[in-house]
């Protein structure tokens, strides 16, 4: 709340309010990326999101175990929101993630979108300097925490996970009842409700969940709070061309489309980004061959 309302009260003594580089321009006179940091300075710290992720240079960490997603499947009526910045879908109580290494349980609050123009790249997150067309991050708070600024607070007080979007041949007819409710919320403080949605359907399928990358990081909007546990998917999730320019129909507060609504990557600093799956699929150590020899050797 108190971080609500200190943002609150620099938005107003600045008179600005914050936006997408795309959005800035000479008749716009909101802070774009580059100047986010003059009203929030958490932008212009040393563990910031989104990064980019140097496949080659992941450490794989055999305690990234597989998650445990409770309620995912459970159908919902979500609202879905244009919030001048993305669109939003609030989740209800009572979907969770656990494991993965996360020190707690973590409840879902929202789930919003980043994207490019008419399904051109668009994603926070980059592998080893590649987009996706679009990224979804479904943010969960630390169980404890009634809100997200009372989480941010925390180092650990926030789980995102990331997952990426990419352009199939054919439409990803999961995913058409948000993309139909998307053309009644035009306008930000636009809403509507999407019925009949569960979080599966927003996911690759469940044998492709258990690879991701972990690392610490910050929200990807101001006020960039340092206080997320990120949890990026390797895996992506498919959409048609025809589906990922849906989002372009969108509208910021200016008229103007809503497209590449994504953050660029920010320096990594003395962080490192982990891989789940550890050393099983790696070859065996010396002392595993070694044993295995001697064994076989007694046997005979
Ligand atoms: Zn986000």
Redesign the pocket.
Known sequence: MWTFLLVSFLELASGQDWCYQTQVSCSNTCLGPDQWGRSFPQCNGRSQSPVNIVTRKVLPDQRLAPFHFLGYRHAFHGNLSNNGHTVQLDLPGGIQIKGGNLSTTYTALQL?F?WGKDGGPGS?HTIDGELYPMEM?IVHIKEGYESLSQAASDPEGLAVLGIFFQESNSANKKLEPLLKALSRIPRPSNKTIVHGISLQMFLPPHDHLRDYYRYHGSL??PDCAQSVVWTVLENTVPLSRQQLSAFSQLRFSDGRPMANTFRSVQPLNARRVYRSGGSMAASPTPAVVLSSVLLLYYYL
Do not use: D
């Open positions: 919003h980043h926070e991050h990807t909007t």
